[in-house]
T-cell receptor, first 113, second 115 residues
Framework: AAGVIQSPRHLIKEKRETATLKCYPI?????VYWYQQGPGQDPQFLIS???????DKGSIPDRFSAQQFSDYHSELNMSSLELGDSALYFC????????????FGSGTQLSVL | DQQVKQNSPSLSVQEGRISILNCDYT??????FLWYKKYPAEGPTFLIS?????DKNEDGRFTVFLNKSAKHLSLHIVPSQPGDSAVYFC??????????????FGKGTKLSVIP
């Protein structure tokens, strides 16, 4: 079965650079969530989209933005990267018929040097 | 302030015995609880869930118990197998509006099942 696909798997950037992370949800899933997991930390909710509209916002810095496109894939744009942005970024998707659980991608490991 | 707490960062259990992973929460608005299992270099995988209207949910070797008055839930794995070795995250959702679909995670418990 198709899963949530994230790209790239690994990304190395320098301070003050920008990064774009991509997420392709499971087919027919209309909701996408972004989570950030720092080293030794629990995954923290960043932002979510339902039917291409932002549905909820968590602890996402102003330097980050995200959107969901007409094909339901989502991109997380990160600017003016800081060392503290180094983390594992997970995308998850769900459908309105399956609210009770999310399906996660394998994550993008971002390292800011 | 951590709303979902997993106070044991790690747990070692002998193969065939029971594994009990615990989770406490502070937000009384949470009404749905999930356990996720995570292997290295993979995303969390849904394992089992429970609604606040229940106190127990069972799926094969996995059972989740919910004690609402104590704001405590636990995951029991019986019998434990070496393939169960992973990090287990407790997560909760609830409240009203769109925010009810976002999950609040604990820090995870690393389970090691010893053959």
């Amino acid at each position: 079965a198709a899963g949530v696909i994230q790209s790239p798997r690994h990304l190395i950037k320098e301070k003050r650079e920008t990064a774009t992370l991509k997420c392709y949800p499971i087919p027919r899933h209309d909701t996408v969530y972004w989570y950030q997991q720092g080293p030794g930390q629990d995954p923290q909710f960043l932002i979510s989209f339902y039917e291409k509209m932002q549905s909820d916002k968590g602890s996402i810095p102003d330097r980050f933005s995200a959107q969901q496109f007409s094909d339901y894939h989502s991109e997380l744009n990160m600017s003016s990267l800081e060392l503290g942005d180094s983390a594992l970024y997970f995308c998850a998707s769900s459908s309105r018929q399956g609210l009770e659980k999310l399906f996660f991608g394998s994550g993008t490991q971002l390292s800011v040097l | 302030d951590q709303q979902v707490k997993q106070n044991s960062p790690s747990l070692s259990v002998q193969e065939g015995r029971i594994s009990i992973l615990n989770c406490d929460y502070t937000n009384s608005m949470f009404d749905y609880f999930l356990w996720y299992k995570k292997y290295p270099a993979e995303g969390p995988t849904f394992l089992i869930s429970i609604s606040s209207i229940k106190d127990k949910n069972e799926d094969g070797r996995f059972t989740v118990f919910l004690n609402k008055s104590a704001k405590h839930l636990s995951l029991h794995i019986v019998p434990s197998q070496p393939g169960d070795s992973a990090v287990y995250f407790c997560a909760a959702s609830g409240g009203s509006g769109a925010g009810s679909y976002q999950l609040t995670f604990g820090k995870g418990t690393k389970l090691s099942v010893i053959p």
